[in-house]
């Protein structure tokens, strides 16, 4: 993954004070991201990726959700591009 695209993860989510879930794709399953999560009190929703060796456990259900979320903010762009 892209190292800056990482980095920009991390400073948004480090700049939270949230104590809900945080919904992410694969691409965000790194051991820095989950980390700064549970620090900052959050419980990460990210599947793990296949390549890991130890396989995690995330709440399936939940992030099932996380596409409902996406479809909301793609219409709000194609609205406003309208």
Do not use: W
């Not at 919904?23 to 990460?44: F, H, N, R, V, W």
């Amino acid at each position: 993954m892209n190292y800056i695209r990482i980095c920009f993860f991390l400073a948004i989510i480090g700049s939270a004070a949230l104590t809900e879930p945080l919904l992410a794709d694969k691409g965000y399953d790194t051991d820095a991201i989950l980390e700064q999560a549970k620090s900052q009190g959050m419980e990460p929703v990210i599947p793990p990726k296949k390549n890991r060796v130890i396989q995690r456990e995330y709440d399936e259900e939940l992030y099932k959700l996380r596409h409902l979320v996406e479809n909301a903010l793609s219409a709000g762009a194609v609205l406003r591009r309208g």
